[in-house]
């Protein structure tokens, strides 16, 4: 039986991985009561008690969290942005290469990837490998996403009765293009510079459709790199050239555990689109898959692959 403390379990991400895990005959999850839960000697207590800690925690409170942890059995799988590009954590996206799976699976520390990051990642992480892409391509990318990645306070907001009007409009927003998610795109693609890329909020609850715009470039032939990459994972996986429908819709997997990538374009320009839930493979489904591989289980045990 694995002991498993999520540290901020009452927020969005920390929730979903609750109720993935309170099912799992394998798991018996540590719990603080309500008035301790931001104790500091309580959460030292519970995450060196814990076998696996998850962190679903702001960025200072995750590195603080990680400062309280004194057992050297215990793993530390952390949500936030902050370990994303740090030394010595195993970025946790096993479908990238078999270095990335291995690194998981022997590590004590690893950073969960950001749910924006993730779909880009996916689609250029790839061409870049493989030489497809040039590491000092001038990279556009834009990410349209539901309101819950927002966490509790833009649930709410959203979906109050007297909610602002304007929301049934999507949102663009960090507008300074210098979104969180930049560095680890740059870091773990091994690009020269970080792309120009616009998050949109859209008023849809969960889903998330990423698109990298690649002028130049022989969409068939990107189509073959990522077909080729993906071949053989369970959870990343790559449509037909041209995509499934023909159109593209943000919430397609809304509520799965998966992503999946379209490509679409022509001989001198192509597009590429990873969809998937922001909760589900962008957050808590990816944590979960995470997890797994650390204690050599099958990985989507407890996912929904839909």
Known sequence: MTNVFIDGSAGTTGLRIYERLGSRKDIRLLFLPEDTRKDTDARRRMLNLADIAFLCLPDAAAVEAVSLVENPETAIIDTSTAHRTADRWAYGFPE???EHRRAIQNSKRIAN??????????SVYPLVKNGLVPADFPLTAYSLTGYSGGGKKLIA???APDRDPRHESHRIYATSLNHKHLPEMQKVCGLERPPVFSPI???F????ATSVLLPGFDARQVWECLSGHYANQRLVSVAPLGGDEGVIYADTLAGKDTMRITV????NRAMVTALFDNL???ASGAAIQNMNILLGVDEATGLNLG
């Not at 609850?205 to 998330?208: E, H, I, L, N, V």
């Not at 679409?264 to 001989?267: M, Q």
């Open 96 to 98: 990238l290469s078999a």
């Open 113 to 122: 990837p950001g749910c924006h990051a993730s779909g880009f990642i996916a």
């Open 157 to 159: 907001e959203y979906e």
């Open 201 to 203: 909020l859209g008023d």
């Open 205 to 208: 609850y969960a889903g998330m």
């Open 264 to 267: 679409s374009g022509s001989e």
């Open 280 to 282: 589900g493979k962008g």
